[in-house]
């Protein structure tokens, strides 16, 4: 089915978000549209879906005009969509979110559709090797397998238009090759495919053509054979470096000292992190990488005290954290950035001013004499939106009103404001523009140039190459090894695998 958007206008109060866009995607082709965040990518695929109503402009398929009151009337229409922000109800089965939204009866009959919900899944999870139980209840699944999920939902509707705003920024680097390769099958089998993504490799890798949208304008289009550095000029509207400079570390003292810690999952008495130990000096940045699952998330959140260790002793130039609340811990001077931005990160119903200053507000200079100074608050807002190029129509904006990477932005320059002794980020990046990522590898690098000890948690490995100077290899919730960024991406793939940890096993 062609898909064509002519002339595509949607503002949100004075702010336009998408200025008269024009778009086509041929059947049985993968379009990618890039732009940066808030560009107005998810806008114009939610007009599309028909979440929102256009201001102005026209959607047709196979050349025909179509009106969709909401998401209803376009997945009847052949549209699917995988959201940027995970729909999915996570107390529900995956059949039982599958059905969700399109039950054809009600009552007792409703069964009959649950059964046919299951069938469905397993027909779909079998044809591209999915792997998905249909009875598993969601909250249970990894991000990857939640995000197979969606994509069962979308094509339970026999979607002839697939529309993915950003698949893989959550996915491991092996479910992103499995993912492509999914999108190249419906490809093939005819399906018309929107994709949005800020992974240029992707892009080159699936697209067979390329739109490229900035501040709400179509500013051009692309070949894949372009380069990455093309693209993101493109995109950006400047040069962009994709890698970063930065001199050898100058390490000083040890600052942060974990020592043998354990974590055990409370329902499976698994050993989530064990037996960890390592040393940060202010100064340098120790990258932990390994395949997401193996203890990196428990090693960030058990650090700070996010969850609870049941053995070991974390120290902070050499106080004790342990057992200490997460505000102490982060007042001793860490700074957090947590791998869920929406759950941890902020809070959307916060104006972006506040969430800037969310453990802060009843602080100097923020509070005095237990009010909190609005100019002082809305001053510091403005500076820091100014400083990470946060695109959003006010400070007094709600962050839930911004775009995902744009949040992420708020989450990181709140973090990065405060003096700092060490930081903790656990995926950083993910979900920012090329020329946003190249801003925030220089910000860290310069915390780190400060004398700040920094802990990067990435499952991106150019990421953990951009910055680390040691790297520390995680596998089933141990450290395999602590290696040089020299070290090679087949070696780093072995350990990955846990090639070091069982020979230690072993011996
Ligand atoms: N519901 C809303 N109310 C007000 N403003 C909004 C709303 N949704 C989006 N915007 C604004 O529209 C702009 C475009 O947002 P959009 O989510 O489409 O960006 P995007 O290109 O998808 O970016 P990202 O790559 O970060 O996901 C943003 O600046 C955002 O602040
Ligand atoms: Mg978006």
């Not at 089915?1 to 336009?16: A, N, P, V, Y």
């Not at 000083?252 to 008495?269: A, F, H, K, Q």
């Given at each position: 089915?062609?898909?064509?958007?002519?002339?595509?206008?949607?503002?949100?109060?004075?702010?336009?978000a998408n200025d008269q866009i024009d778009l086509v995607v041929e059947s049985g082709?993968?379009?990618?549209?890039?732009?940066?965040?808030?560009?107005?990518?998810?806008?114009?695929?939610?007009?599309?879906?028909?979440?929102?109503?256009?201001?102005?402009?026209?959607?047709?398929?196979?050349?025909?005009?179509?009106?969709?009151?909401?998401?209803?009337?376009?997945?009847?229409?052949?549209?699917?969509?995988?959201?940027?922000?995970?729909?999915?109800?996570?107390?529900?089965?995956?059949?039982?979110?599958?059905?969700?939204?399109?039950?054809?009866?009600?009552?007792?009959?409703?069964?009959?559709?649950?059964?046919?919900?299951?069938?469905?899944?397993?027909?779909?999870?079998?044809?591209?090797?999915?792997?998905?139980?249909?009875?598993?209840?969601?909250?249970?699944?990894?991000?990857?397998?939640?995000?197979?999920?969606?994509?069962?939902?979308?094509?339970?509707?026999?979607?002839?238009?697939?529309?993915?705003?950003?698949?893989?920024?959550?996915?491991?680097?092996?479910?992103?090759?499995?993912?492509?390769?999914?999108?190249?099958?419906?490809?093939?089998?005819?399906?018309?495919?929107?994709?949005?993504?800020?992974?240029?490799?992707?892009?080159?890798?699936?697209?067979?053509?390329?739109?490229?949208?900035?501040?709400?304008?179509?500013?051009?289009?692309?070949?894949?054979?372009?380069?990455?550095?093309?693209?993101?000029?493109?995109?950006?509207?400047?040069?962009?470096?994709?890698?970063?400079?930065?001199?050898?570390?100058?390490?000083?003292?040890?600052?942060?000292?974990?020592?043998?810690?354990?974590?055990?999952?409370?329902?499976?008495?698994?050993?989530?992190?064990?037996?960890?130990?390592?040393?940060?000096?202010?100064?340098?940045?120790?990258?932990?990488?390994?395949?997401?699952?193996?203890?990196?998330?428990?090693?960030?959140?058990?650090?700070?005290?996010?969850?609870?260790?049941?053995?070991?002793?974390?120290?902070?130039?050499?106080?004790?954290?342990?057992?200490?609340?997460?505000?102490?811990?982060?007042?001793?001077?860490?700074?957090?950035?947590?791998?869920?931005?929406?759950?941890?990160?902020?809070?959307?119903?916060?104006?972006?001013?506040?969430?800037?200053?969310?453990?802060?507000?009843?602080?100097?200079?923020?509070?005095k004499r237990g009010a909190i100074d609005p100019g002082v608050v809305s001053r510091?807002?403005?500076?820091?939106?100014?400083?990470?190029?946060?695109?959003?129509?006010?400070?007094?904006?709600?962050?839930?009103?911004?775009?995902?990477?744009?949040?992420?932005?708020?989450?990181?320059?709140?973090?990065?404001?405060?003096?700092?002794?060490?930081?903790?980020?656990?995926?950083?990046?993910?979900?920012?523009?090329?020329?946003?990522?190249?801003?925030?590898?220089?910000?860290?690098?310069?915390?780190?140039?400060?004398?700040?000890?920094?802990?990067?948690?990435?499952?991106?490995?150019?990421?953990?190459?951009?910055?680390?100077?040691?790297?520390?290899?995680?596998?089933?919730?141990?450290?395999?090894?602590?290696?040089?960024?020299?070290?090679?991406?087949?070696?780093?793939?072995?350990?990955?695998?846990?090639?070091?940890?069982?020979?230690?096993?072993?011996?």
């Open positions: 089915m062609k898909l064509e958007l002519r002339k595509i206008t949607k503002k949100f109060g004075d702010f336009t082709t993968v379009h990618a549209l890039l732009g940066e965040n808030g560009a107005g990518k998810s806008t114009l695929m939610n007009v599309l879906f028909g979440l929102y109503d256009a201001d102005g402009g026209e959607i047709l398929l196979d050349d025909e005009t179509r009106v969709f009151a909401g998401p209803g009337d376009a997945m009847a229409a052949g549209i699917g969509m995988v959201h940027q922000h995970f729909m999915l109800v996570p107390v529900f089965t995956v059949a039982e979110n599958v059905m969700l939204g399109h039950e054809q009866v009600r009552g007792p009959a409703k069964l009959l559709d649950l059964e046919a919900a299951r069938e469905k899944v397993r027909e779909i999870s079998d044809r591209f090797g999915f792997h998905v139980d249909p009875d598993a209840m969601v909250e249970d699944l990894s991000v990857g397998a939640q995000q197979r999920v969606e994509i069962i939902k979308a094509l339970s509707r026999d979607a002839r238009v697939l529309i993915l705003d950003e698949p893989t920024a959550v996915l491991t680097p092996q479910e992103t090759d499995e993912l492509l390769e999914i999108v190249g099958q419906l490809r093939d089998s005819g399906t018309a495919v929107v994709l949005i993504t800020h992974k240029l490799r992707e892009v080159k890798a699936i697209a067979d053509t390329i739109t490229v949208i900035r501040r709400g304008k179509v500013v051009g289009t692309a070949e894949p054979t372009a380069s990455q550095e093309e693209l993101a000029s493109l995109m950006v509207g400047r040069d962009v470096s994709m890698t970063v400079d930065k001199d050898d570390a100058t390490p000083g003292e040890p600052m942060l000292r974990v020592e043998n810690l354990t974590v055990i999952d409370e329902d499976t008495r698994i050993k989530l992190l064990d037996g960890v130990s390592f040393e940060v000096r202010g100064g340098e940045i120790l990258a932990v990488a390994g395949v997401q699952g193996n203890g990196q998330t428990e090693l960030a959140e058990a650090i700070l005290g996010v969850v609870d260790a049941v053995e070991g002793s974390v120290t902070l130039d050499g106080t004790e954290l342990m057992g200490r609340s997460i505000r102490d811990n982060l007042d001793a001077g860490i700074g957090f950035v947590p791998e869920d931005r929406t759950e941890d990160g902020v809070v959307a119903s916060f104006t972006v001013a506040n969430n800037l200053i969310l453990d802060l507000y009843d602080r100097e200079p923020y509070s510091n807002a403005e500076e820091q939106v100014e400083k990470f190029d946060v695109r959003t129509t006010s400070t007094e904006a709600l962050t839930g009103s911004l775009s995902g990477g744009n949040q992420q932005k708020v989450v990181l320059a709140r973090e990065l404001a405060r003096d700092l002794k060490l930081l903790i980020a656990s995926q950083p990046t993910r979900g920012l523009d090329v020329g946003s990522i190249e801003f925030v590898h220089k910000r860290i690098i310069e915390e780190r140039d400060k004398g700040v000890a920094v802990v990067i948690v990435s499952s991106e490995l150019d990421e953990v190459y951009a910055l680390a100077d040691r790297i520390a290899v995680m596998y089933h919730g141990r450290i395999v090894d602590i290696v040089s960024p020299d070290t090679d991406r087949d070696t780093m793939g072995l350990m990955m695998a846990g090639a070091h940890g069982d020979e230690e096993e072993a011996a």
